[in-house]
Nanobody
Framework: DVQLVESGGGSVQAGGSLRLSCADS?????????????VGWFRQAPGKEREGVAS??????RTYYLDSVKDRFTISYTGNTAYLQMNNLKREDTAIYYC???????????????????WGQGTQVTVS
């Protein structure tokens, strides 16, 4: 069953760190072969629209970040798992974080919801 499963959310004080993980079984075919694709992290804070935070293309490691997280968050992809390392967390980072997967995108489009076909259930991150 194709799916994305997030983990690693929780509560942390401002200035702290968290690492989110996303187990990715999308674009996976028989005999363990998987097709290169886009994996992104999105977030939705209470009362706000969902926004793209970081994205990576699994072949070559091309990344794109939301400006407000560029020097604090790092996206990576290893062994069919996407990670989002979040450092120096701020209260405004509080949100539900979602992992998503799609075929391909470039530049700012990598943070557009329309580039993604598959979505996880989300994990809560609370910064106090």
């Amino acid at each position: 069953d194709v799916q994305l499963v997030e983990s690693g959310g929780g509560s942390v004080q401002a200035g702290g760190s968290l690492r989110l993980s996303c187990a990715d079984s999308t674009y996976t075919y028989s005999a363990g072969y998987y097709s290169p694709h886009l994996v992104g992290w999105f977030r939705q804070a209470p009362g706000k629209e969902r926004e793209g935070v970081a994205s990576i293309y699994t072949s070559g490691g091309r990344t794109y970040y939301l400006d407000s997280v560029k020097d604090r968050f790092t996206i990576s992809y290893t062994g069919n798992t996407a990670y989002l390392q979040m450092n120096n967390l701020k209260r405004e980072d509080t949100a539900i974080y979602y992992c998503a997967a799609g075929p391909q995108a470039f530049g700012a489009t990598m943070l557009s919801e329309s580039a993604y076909n598959y979505w996880g259930q989300g994990t809560q991150v609370t910064v106090s």
